[in-house]
């Protein structure tokens, strides 16, 4: 069965303060892609990352960082110095490479509040 | 490159009534997908289209459809709405089944 859980619900940190966003997916495929999506309030899914099951290679962009891990099935994202234009619902989701055409299966989704 | 566009992005409507909403992908993406959201069960895949042809189908009734055309617009359809079909409804779009998928402003729709 696929499944992608996300356990924060709600964040909140101070400006500067770095954050961890945790995901953890289930996937019986050996191909498979994982992202981040960030949601502001204007409701519109931002494309943040993607990662194929290939790669485990760690990236830092900017302030942004993953980190994936197959052992334990896990794709966190770092938020460093974080800043109040990043308070949004942050989406981890999964697509299979077989069977699932199209279909992007979503975590329940982190709210990040940060505070001046 | 413009992004993928959602028409309307309000509506309200009663129950019983039907509703049509329009998803523009980017250009040269030949893939469309539709998610629903709503606070309870969250971000759920609705259907795909790619080559005007549904290749794909979530777990929701048949009142929920869609169809793709030739310029790759698609739209979805709901009919004899119900108070729970109340929702965000998302748009993406990718080049391809596995490719990033893009989304759109969304269509919010209210059932009275």
């Known amino acids: 069965a696929q499944k992608v859980t996300q356990a924060q619900t709600e964040i909140s940190v101070v400006e500067k303060e770095d954050v961890t966003l945790d995901c953890v997916y289930e996937?019986?495929?050996?191909?498979?892609?994982l992202f981040w999506y960030k949601q502001p309030p204007s409701g519109e899914l931002v494309f943040l990352i993607r990662?194929?099951?290939?790669?485990?290679q760690n990236e830092i962009s900017g302030r942004y960082s993953w980190n994936f891990q197959k052992s334990t099935s896990s794709f966190n994202f770092t938020i460093t110095a974080s800043q109040v234009v990043d308070s949004a619902v942050y989406f981890c989701?999964?697509?299979?490479?077989?069977?699932?055409?199209?279909?992007?299966?979503f975590g329940q989704g982190t709210t990040l509040q940060v505070k001046p | 490159k413009a992004g993928v566009t959602q028409t309307p992005r309000y509506l309200i409507k009663t129950r019983g009534q039907q509703v049509t909403l329009s998803c523009s992908p980017i250009?040269?993406?030949?893939?469309v997908s539709w998610y629903q959201q709503t606070p309870g069960q969250g971000l759920q895949f609705l259907f795909e289209?790619?080559?005007?042809?549904?290749?794909n189908k979530g777990n929701f009734p048949g009142r929920f459809s869609g169809r793709q055309f030739s310029n790759s617009r698609s739209e979805m359809n709901v009919s004899t709405l119900e108070l729970g079909d109340s929702a965000l409804y998302l748009c993406?779009?990718?080049?391809?089944?596995?490719?990033?998928?893009?989304f759109g402003p969304g269509t919010r729709l209210t059932v009275l």
């Open positions: 989701a999964l697509s299979e490479a077989s069977g699932n055409t199209g279909k992007l299966i």
């Open positions: 990662r194929n099951s290939f790669d485990e």
């Open positions: 996937t019986r495929d050996t191909t498979y892609y």
């Open positions: 993406a779009s990718s080049r391809a089944d596995t490719d990033t998928q893009y």
């Open positions: 250009s040269g993406h030949r893939s």
């Open positions: 289209y790619f080559s005007e042809t549904q290749r």
